[in-house]
């Protein structure tokens, strides 16, 4: 149904979880009733493969400590990406174990499965968790990669900031992870993606550290380089290594705000108590994140094609694709003569503290 009047839209926002969009909501068409985006804090991974016994089961291991928070909330399974049919999902409480289901894909045979947990099966919602595992021929080739994502809701996160960072780093170790970064994003229906993703363009322009575009589909742009940094950044250690050589992380990237952690094969790295939304109307850049990303910045692609894909692209809402997504990933780019600005303007951000980080798990990186 769509929405002809605001007070309707307003009464149907009221009913749901906080933070939700209707969908379609900037579409010529208007909003209709189901939750097409949501702002929450997402993890993305990027590793090999996703078809031996053993990768799999280190998935089903992240599926298992996930569960133990999500497991109430999550409504719908979809296998295979991108759906040939909204019809084409099994509801939660009918879903097999995650081990039972992976003895029906052979190794040659990929695994794309994705639990949602809207209302309707086509809605989205703050809790998700996506897999895309490689099938054993598509590993083989050099233009291919595997993901996992999974979010949660902002005030969740925001009071069990611990909990995702565990998770986090510990989903990074089964995995081998090879890069990856968690922090806001805008979760948008991937059944109705084209009518949504003039929301999440249209949220992008309001918070600058909200992640953008379907981590899927850009596998194949990020197997040489990173996307981006956020709150948690992982790095193999192949690529970080020369990083910690080349600079001196103690005082680029100050103890106090930052710290790392090992995961085996790489590190991840908090940037801040807290996600930052990265506000334009209160702080766009902020400070963690805008000396972060002068560290890791030799590590980033130069590009990466389209973030969007669809076709309600506006000049209003330019949907982000081509120069203005390579033009999104330099977002936190500053010039040299502005790094003191920016070590300035940290000093007002909360420190870390046990509350917020595992102090006694930090690495030394110099």
Same mark, same amino acid.
């Given at each position: 149904?769509?929405?002809? +009047?605001?007070?309707?839209? #307003?009464?149907?926002?009221?009913?749901?979880?906080?933070?939700?969009?209707?969908g379609?909501?900037?579409? *010529?068409? @208007? @909003?209709?009733?189901?939750?097409?985006?949501?702002?929450?804090?997402?993890a993305?991974?990027?590793? !090999?493969?996703?078809?031996?016994?053993?990768? $799999?089961?280190?998935?089903?291991?992240?599926?298992?400590?996930?569960?133990?928070?999500? +497991?109430?909330?999550? #409504?719908?399974?979809?296998?295979?990406?991108?759906?040939?049919?909204?019809? &084409?999902?099994? *509801?939660?409480?009918?879903?097999k174990?995650?081990?039972?289901?992976?003895?029906?894909?052979?190794?040659?045979?990929?695994?794309t499965?994705?639990?949602?947990?809207?209302?309707?099966?086509?809605?989205?919602?703050?809790?998700e =968790?996506?897999?895309?595992?490689?099938?054993?021929?598509?590993?083989? +080739?050099?233009?291919?990669?595997?993901?996992?994502?999974?979010?949660?809701?902002?005030? /969740?996160?925001?009071?069990n900031? !611990?909990?995702?960072?565990?998770? =986090?780093?510990?989903?990074?170790?089964?995995?081998?992870? +090879?890069?990856?970064?968690?922090?806001?994003?805008?979760?948008?229906?991937?059944? $109705?993606?084209? #009518?949504?993703?003039?929301?999440?363009?249209?949220? %992008?322009?309001? %918070?600058?550290?909200? &992640?953008? @575009?379907?981590?899927?589909?850009? %596998?194949?742009?990020?197997?040489?380089?990173?996307?981006?940094?956020?709150?948690?950044?992982?790095?193999?250690?192949?690529? =970080?290594? *020369?990083?910690?050589?080349?600079?001196?992380?103690?005082?680029?990237?100050?103890?106090?705000?930052f710290?790392?952690?090992?995961?085996?094969? @790489?590190?991840?790295?908090?940037?801040?108590?807290?996600?930052?939304?990265?506000?334009?109307?209160?702080?766009?850049?902020? %400070?963690?994140?805008?000396?972060?990303?002068?560290?890791?910045?030799?590590?980033?692609?130069?590009?990466?094609?389209?973030?969007?894909?669809?076709?309600?692209?506006?000049?209003?809402?330019?949907?982000?694709?081509?120069?203005?997504?390579?033009? /999104?990933?330099?977002?936190? &780019?500053?010039e040299? &003569?502005?790094?003191?600005?920016?070590?300035?303007?940290?000093?007002?951000?909360?420190?870390?503290?046990?509350?917020?980080? =595992?102090?006694?798990? $930090?690495?030394?990186?110099?």
């Amino acid at each position: 149904m769509y929405f002809k +009047k605001e007070q309707d839209y #307003k009464a149907w926002v009221a009913t749901q979880e906080k933070g939700a969009i209707g969908g379609g909501l900037l579409t *010529p068409q @208007g @909003g209709e009733d189901y939750v097409g985006a949501i702002p929450a804090i997402r993890a993305v991974l990027y590793f !090999k493969e996703g078809f031996s016994d053993d990768m $799999r089961e280190a998935i089903a291991q992240c599926f298992d400590d996930y569960q133990v928070y999500a +497991k109430d909330y999550l #409504k719908w399974l979809w296998q295979g990406t991108p759906p040939t049919s909204e019809k &084409d999902c099994t *509801p939660f409480e009918k879903v097999k174990p995650i081990r039972s289901i992976f003895k029906n894909y052979k190794p040659m045979h990929p695994i794309t499965f994705l639990y949602t947990s809207g209302k309707e099966r086509f809605a989205t919602g703050a809790w998700e =968790f996506n897999i895309g595992g490689l099938s054993q021929w598509q590993a083989q +080739k050099k233009n291919y990669q595997s993901n996992l994502t999974f979010s949660m809701p902002i005030d /969740w996160v925001g009071e069990n900031s !611990k909990a995702f960072i565990e998770l =986090f780093i510990k989903c990074a170790q089964r995995l081998k992870a +090879k890069h990856g970064y968690a922090g806001y994003a805008c979760i948008i229906s991937q059944i $109705r993606s084209d #009518k949504n993703e003039p929301t999440e363009a249209f949220m %992008a322009r309001k %918070a600058w550290a909200m &992640d953008v @575009g379907n981590p899927y589909l850009e %596998a194949s742009s990020l197997i040489d380089g990173i996307k981006t940094v956020s709150w948690l950044t992982a790095i193999n250690y192949e690529w =970080f290594n *020369p990083i910690k050589e080349e600079e001196a992380l103690n005082s680029e990237l100050p103890m106090n705000w930052f710290i790392g952690y090992d995961y085996g094969t @790489g590190v991840v790295i908090q940037a801040g108590t807290l996600p930052s939304m990265g506000s334009v109307e209160s702080d766009p850049l902020p %400070a963690p994140y805008v000396l972060l990303n002068r560290v890791l910045k030799p590590l980033r692609v130069e590009k990466i094609g389209d973030l969007h894909r669809g076709n309600y692209s506006t000049d209003e809402i330019p949907l982000i694709k081509g120069y203005l997504a390579n033009h /999104w990933l330099a977002r936190f &780019d500053i010039e040299d &003569d502005q790094k003191l600005e920016y070590f300035t303007k940290l000093q007002d951000e909360p420190k870390l503290n046990s509350q917020y980080a =595992f102090l006694d798990r $930090r690495i030394d990186w110099n």
